[in-house]
């Protein structure tokens, strides 16, 4: 029997594999990445994940653990010939206890919030894409997004986790003590992994008090130096939640997709600001900048309405071509001149390439994405184009002493940048902790290292 046929007679488990069923599980969200021809399987039980990953291990054939699909660096992109395993159906939430609550690794990020908000607790982690993206995704790939100046990135809210190893064994460390000094922190290595050590089936995550009604303070600074130089103090200022930036030009780009003319000068660099409360800020900000280049957005409609102008960046690249995308972070003393470095960088390699950069301030990072300008022939750029113009970002990240992703991973996207982040010992090292969790290296290949 095939092993689409083996696969099929795994008890709570369905099978897709004809070309249009399997579509959306084997291209990326932005469209540059295509893979594939590959199975789906979707178990609805961690014994079937197990079953699924003993019938790949005895075949011999590679498997790609999928949540959301909406990761930016083609990790869940299958090779040829993979079997996609969508965890998707695992979509129970549990109890709260102890302040944490399991929930099924395909339960969405906008679902585990909506259980946490009905008890009067938040999750911490605020995706753009939070309709789709999952709890199983966000603990393997340790997601940031926009409240990690408050609550951390994924791995501070991951209390524990069940995964499935690559031989089908269980690992359980769904609810390790609260004080548990006992040798290696298994649960930690597999946040960020990337599905490259095991499949993340469950995740106990750590629920906060949520904040009260929100404010949004959005400040037009006439240059990046000025938002820049704006940092501390908005740090310093109590109840901050999220403190985001986007370049003028990104905001007037969004403005024209969601044909939503901007309130505020698009001439720099806008800085979104946001607390839980009415700011005391408002006072400290007034002095900042004048009237003019200050919006507050009190309530939910308010919020929302000044929000999308950085929310939904990434859907406007998208409208308009498919993007190479960087996600990169710079140190805070250095963020303007880096800017200034990369899209000199980029200019060098192309004068028609439009950089839309817009991202996440209090961590220096910068989502760094490029377009094909009006007069390319093509709204995608050819491969190796594409290439160069990460190689010249990239360049200047590291001769600024920034991180080649301070957010989205490596995936299958940066595979030759993780050497030279990170240097040819570290790499070695995290090969040999992958040969030990997944020996015959069926575990999304491709992925962090070649091959
Ligand atoms: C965001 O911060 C996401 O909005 C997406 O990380 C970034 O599209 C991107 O490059
Ligand atoms: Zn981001």
Avoid at 105 to 123: D, I, K, M
Avoid at 156 to 171: C, E, N, T
């Amino acid at each position: 029997m095939d092993l689409a046929g083996t696969l099929r007679e795994i008890a709570d488990c369905s099978v897709l594999s004809d070309d249009g069923a399997v579509a959306g599980y084997v291209t990326d969200w932005t469209g540059r990445w295509r893979g594939g021809p590959a199975i789906v399987a979707r178990p609805r039980t961690v014994a079937a994940v197990a079953a699924v990953m003993a019938a790949c291990a005895r075949a011999g054939v590679a498997v790609v653990p999928q949540g959301g699909n909406t990761g930016l660096v083609a990790g869940s992109v299958p090779p040829a010939g993979a079997v996609v395993l969508s965890l998707s159906s695992l979509d129970a939430i549990g109890e709260v206890t102890d302040g944490a609550v399991t929930a099924g690794a395909g339960v969405t990020l906008a679902a585990l919030e909506s259980f946490a908000a009905a008890r009067g607790l938040t999750c911490g982690l605020s995706l753009a894409s939070g309709e789709s993206a999952t709890v199983g995704g966000a603990a393997a790939t340790n997601a940031g997004g926009a409240e990690v100046l408050r609550y951390g990135s994924a791995r501070a809210r991951i209390a524990g986790l069940r995964a499935v190893l690559s031989d089908g064994a269980v690992l359980d460390r769904r609810r390790p003590p609260a004080k548990d000094n006992t040798g290696y922190d298994l649960v930690d290595q597999l946040v960020g992994s990337e599905g490259t050590l095991a499949v993340i089936t469950d995740v106990t995550w750590r629920l906060d008090a949520a904040p009260g009604e929100r404010t949004v303070l959005v400040l037009a600074f006439p240059s990046v130096v000025d938002a820049v130089a704006a940092v501390p103090a908005l740090r310093g200022l109590p109840g901050l939640l999220a403190l985001e930036w986007s370049d003028g030009a990104a905001v007037a780009r969004v403005a024209a997709h969601l044909g939503a003319p901007a309130p505020l000068p698009t001439d720099g660099c806008w800085v979104f600001a946001e607390f839980d409360g009415a700011p005391e800020a408002a006072g400290v900000v007034a002095g900042l900048l004048p009237d003019n280049r200050i919006a507050v957005g009190a309530g939910p409609e308010d919020r929302i309405r000044l929000w999308r102008y950085r929310a939904r960046t990434t859907e406007a690249v998208n409208a308009a071509g498919v993007p190479v995308k960087l996600d990169v972070g710079v140190p805070l003393e250095d963020f303007a001149a880096a800017q200034e470095a990369i899209v000199g960088a980029v200019a060098a390699v192309s004068p028609d390439v439009e950089p839309v950069l817009f991202g996440h301030l209090a961590e220096g990072n910068v989502h760094v994405n490029l377009l094909p300008g009006p007069t390319a022939p093509a709204r995608r750029f050819p491969e190796e184009l594409a290439e160069r113009l990460e190689a010249a970002v990239l360049g200047q990240v590291l001769a600024h002493g920034g991180t080649v992703s301070a957010e989205h991973g490596i995936g299958r996207a940066k595979v030759p940048w993780l050497a030279r982040q990170r240097g040819a010992d570290q790499v070695a090292l995290m090969r040999r902790l992958k040969g030990a969790w997944d020996p015959s290296g069926l575990l999304n290949p491709g992925v962090l290292f070649d091959g």
